[in-house]
């Protein structure tokens, strides 16, 4: 059924394990010093955060150092999101530069653009957003309206992206636009542009939560000139490498540990002596994310062995679509579970400014939870991919 990945128990090397020990001294002593706030639902955008992580070399650790990484293992790299995740880091600054953005341009960029981008991103000196969704598309991403036309050296890009994480923050972004008219499959005449957010006709508005916070983001561009050496690839070539991209975003940790530190709050509020019902329910979520765990970590370990040069690394995830799939799809209840048990097994009110931490942490997670049904694919994007996997192709 699933060919590619061994889901069986699976152990972290001694090398791993020391690593995650660097780590969490080194987020012991952040946490110790308040330099940061943890808040939970989505990453926080810190550029100074990020910009240690960076002196660590914990940015693009699986890059040739030629373009600034450091030439580590996927698994590595998996360790470091893990810790980061389990204390709210704000990682937002470098999240998708890291997971995304710097593996696509090793695979497909120009040499030029893996010497201009890859080392500001691993340096934590250049941040990334992703311009995909589209208004009135939902999950269709296909559907994509935003277009390209050619111009003497170069494109004018005119449409409208969505849900833009942290776009008024970041440097640029790339946009899946399409640069050839729809023939009949909308999967042909895609491309990826890099665009600069500061760049001439870009107009950015935000999205704000209900409780007034900012994170998302409308963008929109008007006629904006994007010259050649920023056509990511080849032209026509964008279903083919977001789907690759896409498969990083679902697989890691970030797909089931979200909500994570708000059930840490809760055994501690439950104390060493829960009740029966209590302790079921903990139980059940121990067990699950337990699972959800060694499933993202047979797919990190998937990616490897060797430094990402690549070329490997896309094939793999264009492979492990499926397998990436159920870990989101799996992932965003699991998340949800978390939030239920919360509010069944503790009497509080939730309040976003509450001084007590599982208090906050809880009215954070409600007010983000339908999020993390949006990103990286609904729940029916996610269910088909991986039915057309078990059940074949619908004749």
Known sequence: MFQQVDF?????????????????????????????????????????????????????????????????????????????????????????????TGPSLLRYGSEQQKQHFLPAIARGDCYFALGMSEPNSGSDLASVKTRAERVPNGWRVTGQKVWTS???????????????????????????????????????????????????????LDNVFVPDDRVVGEIGEGWKQITSELALERSGPERYMTTFPLLTELLRRLGGAPDARAAEMVGKLAARLWSLRRMSLAIAMTLDPGPDNGNGIAQATVDLATEAALVK????????????????????EPTPDAADIFERYLAETIVCAPVATIRGGTTQVLRNIIARKLLGPLK
Not at 62 to 85: A, H, I, Q
Not at 186 to 202: M, N, Y
Not at 332 to 345: G, N, P, S
Request: proline share 4%; charged share 25%.
């Open 329 to 348: 799809d799996m992932g965003t209840f699991y998340e949800r579970e978390i939030i239920d048990a919360a509010r069944l097994l503790a009497d509080v």
């Open 166 to 220: 942290w776009a008024h923050r970041a440097h640029a972004f790339f946009v899946l636009c399409r640069t050839a008219p729809d023939t009949g499959d909308r999967h042909e005449g895609l491309s990826q542009l890099i665009v600069e957010l500061d760049a001439p006709g870009v107009t950015i508005r935000p999205i704000r939560f209900m409780n007034g916070h900012h994170h998302f983001n409308e963008v929109f």
């Open 8 to 100: 069986s128990a699976l152990e972290l090397p001694a090398s791993a394990r020391r690593l995650q020990q660097e780590v969490r001294e080194f987020l012991r002593a952040e946490t110790s010093a308040r330099a940061f706030k943890p808040h939970l639902g989505h990453t926080e955008f810190d550029a100074d955060f990020t910009r240690k992580v960076a002196a660590h070399g914990w940015i693009g650790m699986t890059w040739p150092k030629r373009y600034g990484g450091r030439e580590r293992s996927y698994l590595e790299r998996f360790v470091v999101t893990e810790e980061m995740l389990a204390v709210a880091a704000p990682c937002a600054a470098h999240w998708f530069g890291d997971r995304q």
